[in-house]
């Protein structure tokens, strides 16, 4: 195993390079860029799917969907009516800055002001692979349970924003909202936070609300 | 990325020589090896703490834990009164050959029946290293949603059984039973499935009976 690690440091460093240019080119076209990150069956799409609904009136939208196979997300994101592209890792754990910046020439950039990609279901990996987007967002849900950011730490730290979803089966579940919270704030203090339910639109205001807040700051400065 | 393709096929190659001489020790000691796999939060850890309660008084137990960082799933076997080891792999997103060939000398194992690992929560890596473990369980659960076997078909190829958990949760969620047991019957034909509640112990009692008939077929192979 003496051999894996300056691989890994290689991958790694090839990988920021090219999600730095995949930045400059969003900056560039003036799209802002949000890498959705979440454990399988979070409610990723849901929330994805609540949001542009949101968004879609206010800005031009387009997405890409990673997963190891099959079309399913995509499909759902594409039903909205807004461009959508599907990379299919074929076993790769996560979206790296290669397959994005493949992905790009597929997208209008020149006439998108957001673009949202929904990374591989994974808590792990994608936490380890910058794409080059403007915010990282985690979105953990209650039946994953209450100690997934003590159990997870690289995720949670590397996140701009982080959704609960699923906050309508709390009464289901023995999920210590406090201690949960408790363990996010030691990872990344003052994180901005939203408990949401992607089933009853619960909550979703904020999230809204505070996302126009980092697009619009975001297009006034990349216009100015 | 050229670089990329041959280093793994090392990893994988190395990981598939050091599992198998896991697995030699294993079948030397007469200790059979169970991996549990599973997404995060869909009940790894309650699962095998019932398993471990319906075994322990006919085998000789003991298990090892992986997780990215702190000892919260191990704290809760050894409270079960079996040899625990935890094993933190710092970031890795799976245990490989190599970590459970580090963790072996820990374990007695010649006074050991039943040797109980919990892989590190994720759908997607442990799938690709084999450990040395003579069945491979994947626990599934209703809030990760029917269409998990569509979207990380490498985890549901490679298992031995699977037990869905959670299933006291039904009502609460829009999971087609039909449409994921099609989606695990055409990757993998025939697995044994179990629909379990870790919470009511709905369920269990079948589980704990194929359990018990591979561990006993194992006991007399190797007896004899």
Known sequence: MTRKVPVVENIFKANDQLAQANRNLLDQTRTFAINFMASPGAGKTSVILRTIEALKDKYRLAGIDGDLASTLDADRIAATGIPA??????????????????????????????????????????????????????????????????????MYRGVQALLLNKVDLLPYFDFDLDYFRKGVEALNPGLAFFPVSAKTGEGFGEWFAWLQGQIDAFLQTANG
């Not at 790296?96 to 006439?111: S, T």
């Not at 792990?124 to 730490?153: M, Q, R, T, W």
Request: aromatic share 6%; hydrophobic share 45%.
């Open 85 to 154: 592209v599907q990379i299919n890792t074929g076993g790769t754990c996560h979206l790296d800055a290669v397959m994005v910046q493949n992905a790009l020439p597929k997208i209008d950039l020149p006439n998108i002001d957001v673009f949202i990609i929904e990374n591989v279901g994974n808590l792990i990996c994608p936490a380890n692979f910058a794409l080059g987007v403007h915010i990282n967002v985690l979105v953990a849900s209650v039946p994953e349970g209450d100690d997934k950011p003590y159990k997870y730490p690289t």
